[in-house]
Nanobody, 124 residues
C-alpha cells in the first residue's frame, strides 16, 4: 500500500517558477512509477511527468517537455516537480499518483494511488 500527498502549489506570475512536492509512503517503492497529472476546470486530467523510483527513468508530456523537471529524493521519499517558464495554460490542480508496475503509463485509470491535489495558479 502506498499513500501520496502533494504540497507546494500557489500563485505565480507568467514566466515564473514553482516546485511541487509529493511525499510518498510505503516500503516497496522500487516497484513503482510516480507521476504528476494536472486538471484544469472543464478539462480532462492530463499527464505531465513520471519517474521510475528504482532507475530514475523519466517521461514528460508534450505540453511540459523542456520546462518541467521531475526528480526524486530516496531518503526523503519525495518526488518533486520543478516547473519553469510557467504559462497561464499551466494553471490547474496538480495531482501526484503512483502505479505499481515496471511499465510506464500516461493514462489516469492505470494509477492506483492518488493524492488530493494542489492548486497552481498562473496569473499576473
Amino acid at each position: 500500500q502506498v499513500q501520496v500527498a502533494e504540497s507546494g502549489g500557489g500563485l505565480v506570475q507568467p514566466g515564473g517558477s514553482l516546485r511541487l512536492s509529493c511525499e510518498v509512503s510505503g516500503n516497496t517503492l522500487d516497484k513503482y512509477w510516480v507521476a504528476w497529472f494536472r486538471q484544469a476546470p472543464g478539462e480532462e486530467r492530463e499527464f505531465a511527468a513520471a519517474i521510475k523510483w528504482s532507475s530514475e527513468d523519466t517521461h514528460y508530456g508534450d505540453s511540459v517537455k523542456g520546462r518541467f523537471a521531475i526528480s526524486r529524493d530516496v531518503a526523503g521519499k519525495t518526488v518533486y516537480l520543478q516547473m519553469n517558464r510557467l504559462k497561464p495554460e499551466d494553471a490547474a490542480v496538480y495531482y501526484c499518483a503512483a502505479r505499481q508496475s515496471s511499465r510506464l503509463a500516461v493514462t489516469p485509470p492505470l494509477y492506483m494511488y492518488w493524492g488530493r491535489g494542489t492548486q497552481v495558479t498562473v496569473s499576473s
